[in-house]
């Protein structure tokens, strides 16, 4: 276990361990020398860890008695888009700030969590998307939006995600209207549509598609297009190592930014609005 002695160590929980973000997580939190890990949390089981290993955890029945017992600084959570508003409750209870990474989230969760972090004075820090490289997509086609009217996202994640379409997408789409101050892209639509919903979900006029398919990991591609010519801008995500760098700068950042905080450009661009 990383640096549980080290009194300048941040003390994270991890909510959701036991999932492919968690599992990678905590080896990540293992072996960073700024953080210790203190507990998992996960459908099985609520530990506390000691000092000298997961061997020696202490389980317990609720969250309220783990947060309790271990003392976190912060909890980071990959879990389930249901799971996060209580957790948030519970992490405010205990000056516990948090940062999440849940797909899913709706926009009536985003407002208890804003509500919960402004009530309690805890920092929320919510990631759509924690990679470095889809803040800087985001950020790239924000500006692009303003000078094309045409935009369409096709989004690519692993069979497995529960969520469509994802939280990135949204996020992107969104952060796009922003750009335009709310103002709806042209969604080109054909005389006859030969398949019902082959033109994709729509966002403000963004043609949002969603692929689902084994042998992919998360993949975002946007294309603007204006009157005789196209942008297209495209990232890929081939481990979820990529993720990493952006989780564990927000859980240095969350501690000093009581409120809801949305997405990672506010990190890595404080000058831009969120």
């Known amino acids: 276990m990383a640096n549980d002695d080290a009194p300048s160590a941040i003390r994270i929980a991890v909510h959701g ?13 293992d072996r960073a020398e700024d953080m210790a890990l203190v507990a998992t949390m ?7 860890l000691q000092p000298n290993g997961v061997d020696d955890a202490r389980e317990h029945d609720d969250i309220d008695s783990l947060l309790k017992d271990a ?17 948030a409750a519970a992490a405010a209870r205990h000056g516990v700030h948090l940062v999440t990474g849940t797909s899913g989230l709706s926009p009536s ?20 998307n924690f990679s470095l490289g889809a803040a800087v997509l985001e950020r790239a086609v924000a500006e692009a939006g303003r000078h094309f009217d045409h935009a369409e996202i096709i989004e690519m994640h692993h069979a497995g995600k529960a969520d469509a379409p994802s939280g990135s997408a949204m996020a992107t789409a969104r952060a796009m209207l922003d750009a335009r101050g709310g103002r709806a892209f042209q969604n080109a639509e054909p005389r006859a549509l030969n398949v019902a919903g082959v033109r994709g979900g729509d966002i403000g006029g963004v043609a949002v598609h969603s692929v689902r398919m084994p042998g992919l990991m ?8 204006g009157p005789g010519e196209t942008l297209t801008l495209r990232h890929d995500v081939i481990d979820r190592e990529s993720y990493m760098p952006g989780v564990l700068l927000a859980a240095r950042a969350v501690r ?6 949305y997405g990672l450009g506010a990190l890595l ?6």
């Open 17 to 29: 361990a036991t999932g492919r973000m968690g599992r990678v997580l905590t080896h990540v939190i």
């Open 42 to 48: 996960s459908r099985r089981s609520r530990r506390a």
């Open 71 to 87: 003392c976190p600084d912060v909890v980071i959570d990959f879990s389930v888009s249901d799971a996060v508003v209580p957790l």
């Open 109 to 128: 969760d985003r407002d208890g969590l804003s509500r919960i972090a402004s009530e309690s004075g805890i920092g929320i820090m919510v990631g759509p």
């Open 218 to 225: 998360a993949h975002q591609q946007v294309i603007l297009g």
């Open 256 to 261: 000093s930014r009581p409120g809801l905080t």
């Open 269 to 274: 661009w404080p000058e831009q609005p969120e």
